[in-house]
């Protein structure tokens, strides 16, 4: 015999299984990761004592200026996060919920992600010298060049690296800085024949950039929009697409010219 349920009842009812299902979700770990402003580092200067970028083999210049790679610093593979971070952080512009996949595609262990990272970063590096030699027309085995950079995973300092390089053997190309002094940030792969690419959390790190006293920050141009996004006042956005056209872009804004923009 079928029973016919009041409207009030019938909600009520209905609710039960929706509200227990945030009961569980309140206390279950997601499938998320947490991510925040990370360091900046200044490729033309010192990390831990040694020099970022050591270079033999050919002259160097003395650089003014700073040119500041960004990071994020994110929960890792196997941390909890639950649906009151999830939620607090959507409210924050200082925090970025991102799914855990994206932030650690490969999966493993702890130590097998830090060590693909690790991989990244020295394959990063050999991509930006390449990247710098042969945008400065110079040949590899007359050069050398060593890159210092501890505690740093992942590839996205490659276009800083190359800028660094370049900025310590030919500057502007007129006896000037890249940075025209000033403190210049960014974040971007970079292939050896000079291509720049994305690399994810960008809007996080032109906080980072901004509290560490940059007023311009280099962006992959595919990330533009992400970077506006929470953009610090005073914090100009530059987008490029090879290192040709970044260090053509510091030019021009040395020199007062028009510079491209997001």
Not at 43 to 59: A, C, E, F, R
Not at 106 to 116: L, M, Q, R, V
Not at 200 to 224: I, M, N
Request: charged share 20%; proline share 6%; hydrophobic share 40%.
């Amino acid at each position: 015999m079928l029973t016919r349920l009041s409207r009030p009842r019938a909600l009520v009812l209905c609710a039960l299984p929706v509200l227990a299902l945030f009961g569980v979700a309140a206390f279950a770990p997601l499938p998320f990761t947490l991510a925040q402003p990370g360091s900046t580092a200044n490729v033309l200067g010192n990390d831990h004592g040694t020099p970022v970028i050591s270079i033999k083999g050919t002259p160097t210049r003395t650089t003014e200026g700073e040119l500041r790679m960004t990071t994020i610093v994110a929960t890792g593979p196997t941390a909890d996060v639950g649906i009151g971070d999830v939620i607090d952080s959507w409210f924050r512009t200082d925090r970025a919920v991102l799914p855990r996949d994206s932030v650690y595609p490969t999966g493993g262990s702890e130590k097998e992600i830090e060590k693909h990272n690790l991989d990244d970063m020295v394959k990063s590096q050999d991509s930006a010298v390449d990247a710098a030699l042969n945008y400065l027309g110079k040949k590899p085995g007359s050069v050398d060049v060593t890159l210092h950079l501890a505690d740093v995973g992942g590839p996205s300092a490659g276009l800083f690296f190359a800028l660094g390089i370049v900025d310590k053997l030919d500057g502007d190309g007129s006896g000037g800085d890249l940075t025209g002094g000033h403190t210049v940030a960014g974040t971007g792969t970079i292939q050896a024949n000079g291509e720049v690419g994305a690399v994810g959390g960008v809007s996080l790190k032109t906080q980072a950039a901004h509290r560490d006293g940059a007023t311009v920050f280099l962006v992959p141009k595919a990330e533009c929009r992400e970077a506006g996004a929470e953009l610090p006042k005073g914090l100009r956005l530059i987008p490029v697409t090879t290192l040709k056209n970044a260090v053509s872009s510091l030019r021009a804004l040395e020199q007062g010219h028009k510079v491209p923009s997001c």
